[in-house]
């Protein structure tokens, strides 16, 4: 069974930092793509950061300079860094693990406020 299970979202102000983190369960890192995504009152549902198979890493244009994606593939987990958080970065941010061989899983989502 596969499991994307997130954490560490919270308040914080303008300025600051948090680590998302993103526990698999049922498929492996190293040989699964992950990413993170973000959706915001209102708006689609938006891809931050991928994290590849041999360890390819994209980002979504605008928060490149801001957010990191990492994986710990001991503890089977991807992060994703945020720092210089912006209220515009307020969103439920979501991990996904689109192309397993079992299919396109998501997590629940963790909520990252942003307060000016």
């Known amino acids: 069974q596969v499991r994307l299970v997130e954490s560490g979202g919270g308040l914080v102000q303008a300025g600051g930092s948090l680590r998302l983190s993103c526990a698999a369960s049922g498929i492996s890192l190293g040989i699964n793509v992950f990413a993170w995504h973000r959706q915001a009152p209102g708006k689609q549902r938006e891809l931050v950061a991928t994290l590849g198979r041999g360890g390819t890493i994209t980002y979504a244009d605008s928060l490149k300079d801001r957010f990191t994606i990492s994986g710990d593939r001991a503890k089977n987990t991807v992060y994703l860094q945020m720092n210089s958080l912006q209220p515009d970065d307020t969103a439920v941010y979501y991990c996904?693990?689109?192309?397993?061989?079992?299919?396109?899983?998501w997590g629940q989502g963790t909520q990252v406020t942003v307060s000016s």
């Open positions: 996904n693990a689109p192309n397993t061989k079992w299919g396109n899983f």
